[in-house]
């Protein structure tokens, strides 16, 4: 199956339909007078339907299973066609089309097999997704493409050129995925005084984000919290909820890091952990999503 570990739930809506075309009215009016010799079938079906979606991974090979926490089955009779609805909802990582897809289908299916007794020429039609919502495509930025950022690595080790740096290419790489150009990219030792010139130099240059990698633990040289405090000017509290939840759902550990985000003046400041891990799970817990900041900083207007 496709890996997506790295995606966050989100409610997740589908609507699928078919079409069972009946060959006269009688089939309809035994329907509507309950007299079909199989029993009721609306409600069988129905019954069938909700099987068949909670079975759906079962029998498609690269389907997820997920939890499935609404199933509507609604009918629709249009002269000799019923149309069937079946909706789906779920806050997962992945969306539910194909069980809306395949729930409409069984329903469909069980239609025909009670009914093929009265009316031999059943048949089903346009079995098709009506509507999706959730994931990625339905929050994603579609205003803010010119938004720029810079990349600071504090450490001390990588500033002095004995350790390599990973979680700042890891953040680079996040960032240039979403659509973001990253103007700076510097390392420079965990001191209180060189992170706070970095605030104001890149934000005196109109940069728009400005990302930390580093010195967000709990050792005595971990100082980029304390150094961001007095500039940030307000903090966004659930920027920092979302790393840590997503980071805590991975690794016990997560819970320990000491994430930052705020805004100085109209540039977004994060501070994010040093390894490359938790940057780069820090970075997919909240990009791309986190760009819809930049509407409200810029002004910029919905469509």
Known sequence: MVDIT????TLRIATAQAVVKVSNEKTIEAIHNNSVPKGDVFAMSKAAGLLGVKKTPDLLPDCHPLPIEYTGIEYNINGLEIQVRCTIKTIYKTGVEVEAMHGASVVALNMYDMLKPIDKG???HYIKLLEKKGGKSDFKDKYRKDITAAVVVCSDTIATGQKEDKAGKAIIKKLEESGVSVSEYCTIPDEIDDIRSKVV????QGI??????GGTGLSKRDVTPEALESLLER????IEEAIRSYGQNRMPYAMLSRSVAGTYKDSLVLALPGSTN????????IFPPLLHIFR??????HD
Do not use: H, Y
Request: aromatic share 8%.
């Open 6 to 9: 790295d995606k966050i739930n």
């Open 122 to 124: 059943v048949e089903i």
């Open 201 to 204: 130099q890149f934000q005196e």
């Open 208 to 213: 728009d984000m400005i990302l930390f990698t």
């Open 235 to 238: 903090k966004i509290p659930g």
């Open 278 to 285: 938790g940057a780069k799970e820090s970075m997919d817990a």
């Open 296 to 301: 409200i900083f810029k002004g910029a207007r």
